[in-house]
């Protein structure tokens, strides 16, 4: 009884510590991964490999992390945000650490792996950060977060250039890359993690009620009640005597985490939330459609050399990062509607790539990007909190990373329609971004009303 009344008062103050620091996380993982984003090309030509070979081996990491996202994701669930990110932290920098050190294009490959395995720190952040807050804040603190973030993915590629003049600079690069990401890992195992362990209570103790009045996503069951259970009997045992190595989630039986990870996919897989995944999936290849060949069609069209369009795409990087503080300030302007916020910005992000494909000069370009920067980042922050409405928050690592498996899809396909489209006309890849943005715009319309009306249900159920 104690426990429960504890649990309810301290729910109303926001863990602001470890809040701030996990943005710090979230700025040092991309920063340490843009520093070497722009080299990886560069070197495996280097190393000796054709074309062909450097598309495959560039693809390696797509196709890992199309798989990994979601079942680790899930296992986040199930052993614990701290374990399942200490975990990511320290075999990335393991893959970096042999980043550094590959002299072969097999050893590149084998850097790869681990890599493309298991760096999903930035989904298990996100997933922790909607166990920290509550609905209405989720929103803020996502876009503080991907704020933070993003402005590491500006300032790295500016680092790893510089570290790259010198000789061995892709080597030095991956090196302090790889020690980022220890470091990041020994920042993560200081954090004030008694902040979240009264959230969590809180939250697994209400979860067969979450669950029942949740949206049409995970369905209850007697095997996510039992574990439910289970994992509150385990925070309450630990907030009454302490730590200890018997209570960490990461040790139990392998066989009940495959299980625990099983049960939860299934119910995710057999959910009704394909229309929240379509929709993001043709979001995500219409905007990487728009940037996939923005350099060269730059110079086709308009005879911009490649430093001017480096500082336009700077300049668009800078504004989607400032973006995101504007994240919280709109979705309360919205009232937290989702769905119609996600509609609008959608649209929005629709008008602009037809804008930008048919731009007369550079200035009407530099318009839309201003624009497209803050359209894309509010539309990514709504997808990702509709997703968690949709599927409960109880399995928020889970939804996370099937969301971003789901982006990998995209980060596959773009490629191959960007090199299709490019054959008719320079404008041809983001004249297809917009027939996928207008097929997004439309499964909206249709299924907006529906979304909202279930948001209608909720809040009644949550009334009583």
């Known amino acids: 009884m104690n426990n429960s009344k504890w649990a309810i008062t301290d729910k109303r103050k926001?863990?602001?510590r470890i809040i701030r620091c996990i943005y710090v996380v979230g700025f040092m993982d991309l920063f340490g991964v843009s520093m070497i984003i722009p080299l990886l090309s560069h070197h495996v030509k280097d190393l000796g490999a054709s074309p062909t070979v450097a598309?495959?081996?560039?693809?390696?990491y797509g196709v890992l992390q199309l798989f990994s996202s979601t079942v680790v994701g899930s296992w986040s669930d199930v052993v614990g945000r701290r374990y399942s990110l200490l975990t990511c932290l320290l075999l990335s920098a393991f893959g970096y650490g042999l980043l550094s050190l590959s002299s072969?294009?097999?050893?590149?490959?084998?850097?790869?792996?681990?890599?493309g395995l298991f760096k999903h720190s930035l989904s298990i952040c996100r997933a922790l950060l909607s166990d920290l807050v509550s609905v209405k804040e989720r929103p803020l603190v996502m876009g503080h977060f991907n704020a933070a973030s993003s402005v590491g993915f500006i300032l790295g590629p500016v680092v790893g250039g510089y570290l790259s003049e010198h000789e061995g600079g892709f080597y030095l690069s991956s090196f302090v890359c790889a020690a980022i990401f220890l470091l990041n890992a020994g920042l993560v195992w200081m954090l004030p993690w008694s902040e979240t362990l009264n959230p969590c209570i809180d939250a697994n103790a209400n979860s067969n009620t979450k669950t029942s009045k949740s949206y049409d996503g995970f369905k209850n069951s007697s095997q996510q009640n039992c574990l439910?259970?289970?994992?509150?009997?385990?925070?309450?045992?630990?907030?009454?005597?302490g730590w200890s190595w018997r209570d960490m989630s990461l040790f139990q039986p392998i066989w009940r985490q495959l299980t625990s990870m099983w049960i939860r996919i299934h119910l995710l897989a057999s959910s009704d939330m394909w229309d929240v995944f379509?929709?993001?999936?043709?979001?995500a290849i219409a905007i990487m459609?728009?940037?996939?060949?923005?350099?060269?069609?730059m110079e086709e069209r308009f005879q911009l050399k490649p430093k001017v369009t480096g500082y336009l795409i700077s300049y668009s990087s800078t504004l989607g990062a400032l973006a995101g503080c504007l994240v919280g300030p709109v979705t309360h302007l919205y009232g937290n509607k989702m769905p119609a916020l996600l509609l609008h910005s959608t649209m929005l992000t629709c008008t602009l790539i037809f804008l930008y494909t048919t731009a007369p000069n550079v200035w009407q370009v530099l318009l839309t990007s201003t624009f497209f920067a803050i359209s894309?980042?509010?539309?990514?922050?709504?997808?990702?909190?509709?997703?968690?409405?949709?599927g409960g928050a109880q399995s928020s690592g889970t939804l996370i990373g099937a969301g971003q498996s789901?982006?990998?899809?995209?980060?596959?396909?773009?490629?191959?329609?960007?090199?299709l489209a490019q054959e008719f006309s320079p404008c041809g890849p983001p004249s297809l971004g917009v027939l996928l943005a207008l097929a997004a715009v439309g499964l909206l319309l249709v299924r907006t009303p529906k979304w909202d009306s279930l948001t209608n249900v909720k809040d009644e159920s949550l009334r009583q």
Do not use: W
């Open 406 to 419: 789901v982006t990998a899809v995209g980060r596959v396909l773009a490629p191959l329609l960007s090199g």
């Open 289 to 297: 459609l728009y940037y996939s060949n923005f350099s060269l069609a």
């Open 55 to 60: 598309g495959i081996v560039g693809s390696t």
């Open 104 to 115: 072969s294009i097999a050893l590149f490959v084998l850097a790869r792996i681990p890599v």
């Open 278 to 283: 379509l929709v993001r999936l043709l979001m």
């Open 14 to 16: 926001r863990p602001t």
């Open 228 to 241: 439910d259970k289970n994992h509150i009997q385990h925070l309450n045992v630990s907030a009454d005597r």
């Open 376 to 390: 894309t980042t509010i539309g990514r922050t709504c997808i990702t909190d509709l997703e968690l409405q949709r």
